[in-house]
């Protein structure tokens, strides 16, 4: 079965740190791109940051830079993202997402465009 899922989610402190895992399975994700997304509640969808699958070039969004990191972990095919100096303005449900047929990570990290496979989500709260 050919999909995406999110761990590592879950409550973290202003200023702290959460790491999010993307794992696929029934297919290996090492030559696509892949996004990060975050819904916050009563807000609409917005990219985070992405990984080109082509050269590993990074993209984030204004808000997050130098606080967060994407990675790849072939091995283990998982994408991770690395969330330092949290804020509560980080707060919200981050999904992963890929597309298996076009390159699509650039600065707009893929927003507004169809993507083939979503994952779940993993819920983050940060708040004291």
């Known amino acids: 079965q050919v999909q995406l899922v999110e761990s590592g989610g879950g409550l973290g402190q202003p200023g702290g740190s959460l790491r999010l895992s993307c794992t696929a399975s029934?297919?290996?994700?090492?030559?696509?791109?892949i996004s990060w997304f975050r819904q916050a509640p009563g807000k609409e969808r917005e990219g985070v940051s992405c990984?080109?699958?082509?050269?590993?070039?990074?993209y984030y969004r204004d808000s997050v830079k130098g606080r967060f990191t994407i990675s790849t972990d072939i091995d283990k095919n998982t994408v991770y993202l690395q969330m330092n100096s949290l804020k509560p303005e980080d707060t919200g449900v981050y999904y992963c997402?890929?597309?298996?047929?076009?390159?699509?990570?650039?600065?707009?990290?893929?927003?507004?465009?169809?993507?083939?496979?979503w994952g779940q989500g993993t819920p983050v709260t940060v708040s004291s």
């Open positions: 997402a890929l597309d298996r047929v076009t390159r699509f990570c650039d600065k707009t990290l893929g927003a507004g465009r169809y993507l083939e496979i």
């Open positions: 029934g297919f290996s994700l090492n030559y696509y791109d």
């Open positions: 990984i080109s699958g082509n050269d590993r070039s990074t």
